[in-house]
């Protein structure tokens, strides 16, 4: 049974090792941008027993939107609902804090690499619509053009 709670401090380096299990998606460099902005950032985990399987993190730099930086659940736990949980639970809370835009960024369909797919898949499922391409994006290596999502979870006119 898993459950989706807030995380606390301590629950950083069970983040890293979720990143660090997922060696299609995350390389070693973003270990290091998780440890970074875990401590400023809202995050959530989903755990099973007393094991950290999946983690969603979240930014707010103004006072009505805010950013999923991190969503990643362990391999052997993906596509059981785990990752809905998180985003659902992150989503919920926001939207009582009064946000009403949140935006996630992935690789975009341009590229060949096909992991993506399913990750594009389930942020479309959760009712994020792609609004931008950019290429690259900073940070990002050239040809590999990221993908702009965003939810609304209000209207705001
Ligand atoms: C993206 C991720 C966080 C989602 O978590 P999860 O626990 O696997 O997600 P869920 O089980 O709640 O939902 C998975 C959905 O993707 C769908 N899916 C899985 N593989 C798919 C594929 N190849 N093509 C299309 N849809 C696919 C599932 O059917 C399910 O959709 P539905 O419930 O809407 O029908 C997780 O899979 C993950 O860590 N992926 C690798 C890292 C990553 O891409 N992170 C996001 C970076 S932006």
């Known amino acids: 049974m898993t459950a989706v709670r807030r ?10 090792e979720v990143l660090a299990s997922l060696l299609d998606y995350f390389t070693p460099d973003t270990h290091d941008d998780l440890r970074h902005q875990f401590p400023t950032g809202e995050a959530w985990v989903a755990v099973d027993g007393s094991h950290i399987v ?6 707010q730099r103004f006072p009505t939107t805010a950013e999923i ?3 990643a659940v362990r391999p052997g736990h993906r596509n059981h609902g785990i990752g809905t949980l998180l985003v ?3 989503l919920a809370e926001l939207a009582a804090a009064s946000v009403v ?6 690789l975009d369909a ?10 594009r898949a389930f942020w479309e499922r959760r009712g994020f ?3 931008d391409c950019i290429d690259p994006l900073p940070g990002w290596l050239p040809g590999d053009a990221s993908a702009v999502y965003v939810a609304a979870l209000e209207a705001t006119r």
């Open 7 to 16: 995380a606390t401090a301590e629950d950083g380096e069970a983040c890293v």
């Open 88 to 90: 659902d639970a992150a």
């Open 69 to 71: 930086l991190f969503a």
């Open 110 to 119: 341009s590229s060949s690499y096909k992991p993506y797919k399913a990750t």
């Open 101 to 106: 835009l949140v935006e996630v960024k992935t």
């Open 54 to 59: 999946g983690f969603a993190l979240v930014e």
């Open 129 to 131: 619509r792609q609004i």
